[in-house]
């Protein structure tokens, strides 16, 4: 039982470049979140799933998309990175609404 | 609107003594509570969470959070503070919507000396 892994761990973009996160979880939770950690601010929710095939804008969605075709995956898609979209970011999956979140290593990405 | 605020950045604490981490919500209604922590280069760990109930919640690696209604708070604590709990706490509460989205505070450094 691995819980929640993401891939890659670090990822260097140039402007302009699009990419993939991965994330996949193996404890068949129908909720899925992508958060980005940026120093001094906390955790800010990108995206969102309630399970397979629905998706939902966080509090800051722009530049980036998302898909659940399967209960296992949510991939982040970041089209056109951009110097802000330097950061850490977070997958994490949770079995009920009001039940713990498990979150994966992260992926630090830095756009240059 | 929802809320958590950690007004402290920083808790320094020598080994052994008594810490607290603290935290304070704005939320309409019951609110669902949570403290992770977060090591060097690693993701965010559960410590503990208050749903309902009995307001001491006891949680892992001796660690435990009161829930005050009254003061909007839900601080964390631990008698005696080990070097190794040096990491980054973050206090967070469950948005209203039913979808286990979750509000954190920017995160307080925990730093025990030995």
């Known amino acids: 039982n691995a819980g929640v892994t993401q891939t890659p761990k670090f990822r260097i973009l140039k402007i302009g470049q699009s990419m993939t996160l991965q994330c996949t979880q193996d404890?068949?939770?129908?909720?899925m979140y992508w958060y980005r950690q940026d120093p001094g601010m906390g955790l800010k929710l990108i995206y969102y799933?309630?399970?397979?095939?629905?998706?939902d804008k966080g509090e800051v969605p722009n530049g980036y998309n998302v898909s659940r075709s399967t209960t296992e995956d949510f991939p982040l898609r970041l089209e056109l990175a951009a110097p802000s979209q330097t950061s850490v970011y977070f997958c994490?999956?949770?079995?009920?609404?009001?039940?713990?979140?498990?979150f994966g290593p992260g992926t630090r990405l830095t756009v240059l | 609107a929802q809320s958590v605020a950690q007004p402290e950045d920083q808790v320094n604490v020598a080994e052994g003594n008594p810490l607290t981490v603290k935290c304070t919500y704005s939320?309409?209604?019951?609110?669902?509570l949570f403290w992770y922590v977060q090591y060097p280069n690693r993701g965010l760990q559960f410590l503990l969470k208050?749903?309902?109930?009995?307001?001491l919640v006891k949680g892992s690696y001796g660690f435990e959070a009161e829930f005050n209604k009254s003061q909007t708070s839900f601080h964390l604590k631990k008698p005696s503070a080990l070097v190794s709990d040096s990491a980054l706490y973050f206090c967070?509460?469950?948005?209203?919507?039913?979808?286990?989205?979750?509000?954190f505070g920017q995160g307080t450094t925990l730093q025990v000396k030995p």
């Open positions: 994490a999956s949770s079995d009920l609404a009001a039940d713990t979140q498990y």
């Open positions: 404890m068949n939770h129908n909720y």
């Open positions: 799933s309630v399970g397979a095939g629905i998706t």
């Open positions: 939320v309409s209604g019951n609110p669902y």
């Open positions: 208050y749903i309902t109930g009995d307001n």
């Open positions: 967070a509460v469950r948005d209203l919507s039913n979808t286990g989205k979750l509000i």
